[in-house]
Nanobody, 121 residues
């Protein structure tokens, strides 16, 4: 069974950090671009970041640029999202998704179940 599982969410104070993990089972992430998305209550899903499978090129939404870092560890079949300087507006359910191929094109086949991130004092 092909599956993505996110972990690492939780409650953090403003200015704090979290590292989200996206672990794949049933397939290897080596040949997939991986994206992170988030959805806050009452808002549409937003693309946060993506990392290609070809050369590890990374992309970030303007709202997280300079604060979030996406990385992949192919040997662990896992992609990470390091989130620093967190703000209350980062509060959302975060999802990872896998897109077959080399580049981030926005055609994701597999999605995880999501992990809640809450930034609050």
């Amino acid at each position: 069974q092909l599956q993505l599982v996110e972990s690492g969410g939780g409650l953090v104070q403003p200015g704090g950090s979290l590292r989200l993990s996206c672990a794949a089972s049933g397939f290897t992430l080596d040949y997939y671009a991986i994206g992170w998305f988030r959805q806050a209550p009452g808002k549409e899903r937003e693309g946060v970041s993506c990392i290609s499978s070809s050369d590890g090129s990374t992309y970030y939404a303007d709202s997280v640029k300079g604060r979030f870092t996406i990385s992949r560890h192919n040997a662990k079949n896992t992609v990470y999202l390091q989130m620093n300087s967190l703000k209350p507006e980062d509060t959302a359910v975060y999802y990872c998704a896998a897109e077959p191929g080399l580049s981030c094109r926005g055609a994701y086949d597999y999605w995880g179940q999501g992990t809640q991130v809450t930034v609050s004092s």
